[in-house]
């Protein structure tokens, strides 16, 4: 329990300090105190299941700050190309947060056809960096019973995964979640919160692939 406290604080200063880091940077040192343990305990502290699911993918050091760079040369074009979202570097891995406005009609799991067209340019990008694992998290607000808005989460995520897996995009990088209302990232409290809880995120991490040659490149490099 020490060492879990010890991380969880570690990284916690990591992420509240240090300005001037950059994601690369603060991912390398997350890895080092991480993994899924702290990464579950992340995840439930701040509220932020993706977050706590990214620290507990990380893998540190020098193989952790090589596959940062990937990660930073893929936000970067995943900005680009899909505006309407909110796309977020964070530790080793990449989060990408679609409003449900944008995906569904209201209390609807059927994807829109804008939903389609912004799902085709999220798909340009993913399937150019095809070493990495793609966590589909359906969430909801708290408006409803949960046992209803937990299953509508799942059956958001599970379109999602459908349309996607349609796609160039191999099925066993993909995985779905649905949390409905326990894990908000936004107050509940009024209406524009709600509203923005309604989301989809994907979580973008390093595969056993990508984890595998960082390790190896960061050896020839330690012995250069």
Known sequence: MKITILNFLIIMIVLSSCSSWNKTQKGAVIGTTGGAATGAVIGRASGNTALGAIIGATVGGVSGALIGRTMD?????????????????????????FNNKILFGF???????????????????????????????????????????????????????????????????????????????????????????????????????????AKNNSNQVGNQ
């Open 107 to 213: 209390d609807q799991s059927n994807l829109t056809p804008d939903a389609r067209l912004n799902l085709n340019n999220l798909v340009e990008v993913l399937q150019k960096y095809p070493d990495t694992n793609i966590e589909i998290q359906g969430h909801t607000d708290d408006q409803g019973t949960n046992k209803y808005n937990k299953s509508l989460s799942k059956r958001r995520a599970k379109s999602v995964y459908q349309y996607i897996a349609q796609t160039n995009i191999k099925s066993n990088r993909l995985s779905t979640k649905g949390f409905g209302e326990t894990s908000p990232k936004y107050s509940n409290s009024n209406i524009d919160g709600q509203t923005q809880n309604r989301r989809v995120e994907f979580l973008v991490s390093a595969n056993s692939k990508m984890k595998k040659e």
């Open 73 to 97: 040369k893929q936000a970067e074009e995943l900005r680009k190309n899909i505006p309407n979202a909110n796309v977020e570097r964070v530790g080793e891995g990449i989060v990408i947060e």
